[in-house]
T-cell receptor
Framework: EDKVVQSPLSLVVHEGDTVTLNCSYE??????LLWYKQEKKAPTFLFML????IEKKSGRLSSILDKKELFSILNITATQTGDSAVYLC????????????FGSGTQLTVLP | DADVTQTPRNRITKTGKRIMLECSQT?????MYWYRQDPGLGLRLIYY???????NKGEISDGYSVSRQAQAKFSLSLESAIPNQTALYFC?????????????FGPGTRLTVL
């Protein structure tokens, strides 16, 4: 059974801290891994990772994938209170089905 | 205007009632999805549709049915609602030719079954 596990489940930091969120997966038909940010509404897309070792960056956020060890990390530097959210990772299966399977998320709280 | 809309946004109903949640999109995407979100469980796929004539079960389809009335509309029905169907429901769309394979989510429907 395909599985996506995120850690930690929750994290509380102060503004300016750097955080690393983890996502490990066990899947049979891996195509890509996606990261989403969810505040008090629908998830919004952050990154899609397909190849190992290539870092994706967007401002203070960055992410990298390790297809050999089957994990991805999402880094947030110089955190701000607006970064408080649930961060979801999901893997996209290959083939015609192309389903997204989500992890349970990491709840990040950034205190002023 | 939102690209993916869901109605209603909130609904409280009683056990045994039939409920329909509706999703509309203006993105022109062929693919549409229904998810439910429960605390600590992330998003789980209920049904997905790759075009008007294509409907597929997701990982938790029992107790649900769907209808793809048009490319832009995808409805989720609970024929006889039960309390453990209390959850936040999201509709999403995607474009199969997009290199990013990202899904665009609606604002969600919060359903409470008493």
């Amino acid at each position: 059974e395909d599985k996506v596990v995120q850690s930690p489940l929750s994290l509380v930091v102060h503004e300016g801290d750097t955080v690393t969120l983890n996502c490990s997966y066990e899947v049979t038909n891996f195509r890509s891994l996606l990261w989403y940010k969810q505040e008090k509404k629908a998830p919004t897309f952050l990154f899609m990772l397909t190849s190992s070792g290539i870092e994706k960056k967007s401002g203070r956020l960055s992410s990298i994938l390790d297809k050999k060890e089957l994990f991805s990390i999402l880094n947030i530097t110089a955190t701000q209170t607006g970064d408080s959210a649930v961060y979801l990772c999901a893997f996209l299966s290959s083939g015609s089905a192309r389903q997204l399977t989500f992890g349970s998320g990491t709840q990040l709280t950034v205190l002023p | 205007d939102a690209d993916v809309t869901q109605t209603p946004r909130n609904r409280i109903t009683k056990t045994g009632k039939r409920i329909m949640l509706e999703c509309s999109q203006t993105k022109g995407h062929d693919r549409m999805y229904w998810y439910r979100q429960d605390p600590g469980l992330g998003l789980r796929l209920i049904y997905y549709s790759f075009d008007v004539k294509d409907i597929n079960k997701g990982e938790i389809s029992d107790g649900y049915s769907v209808s793809r009335q048009a490319q832009a509309k995808f409805s989720l029905s609970l024929e006889s609602a039960i309390p453990n169907q209390t959850a936040l429901y999201f509709c999403a769309t995607s474009d199969p030719v997009s290199s990013y394979n990202e899904q665009f989510f609606g604002p969600g429907t919060r359903l409470t079954v008493l």
